[in-house]
């Protein structure tokens, strides 16, 4: 299995930046596809982006769409999310998550096809 360890949460103003990574050890990081996604108050979670095994392909929710990004580095194990431009509606919990898969070029969608979490960590954004 791996291992999953968010960072990179905090409070930022409204259209400020911050950048969130997920550390991953155990099992072949490469074998995984990437996620992030985020549970606000009261809600569910949500997916945000997610990222194939091989990296080439990318999936963003409407809601971030031109404001964050995935990135991997298979070679030091690490995920990012690079959120610029927040809103205070990004207000949540953000979660990596990893699926283990043999399709080098498919993203994941459903929270359900995860097998494992980060922690969390929390993203306020103050208007």
């Known amino acids: 299995q791996v291992q999953l360890v968010n960072s990179g949460g905090g409070l930022v103003q409204a259209g400020g930046s911050l950048r969130l990574s997920c550390a991953a050890s155990g099992r072949t990081f490469s074998n995984y596809a990437l996620a992030w996604f985020r549970q606000a108050p009261g809600k569910g979670r949500k997916l945000v982006s997610a990222?194939?095994?091989?990296?080439?392909?990318?999936y963003y929710a409407d809601s971030v769409k031109g404001r964050f990004t995935i990135s991997r580095d298979n070679a030091k194990n690490t995920v990012a999310l690079q959120m610029n431009s927040l809103k205070p509606e990004d207000t949540a919990v953000y979660y990596c998550?990893?699926?283990?898969?043999?399709?080098?070029?498919?993203?994941?969608?459903?929270?359900?096809?995860?097998?494992?979490w980060g922690q969390g960590t929390q993203v306020t954004v103050s208007s």
């Open positions: 990222i194939s095994r091989s990296g080439a392909n990318t």
């Open positions: 998550a990893a699926t283990s898969t043999t399709y080098s070029s498919l993203t994941y969608y459903q929270a359900y096809e995860y097998r494992y």
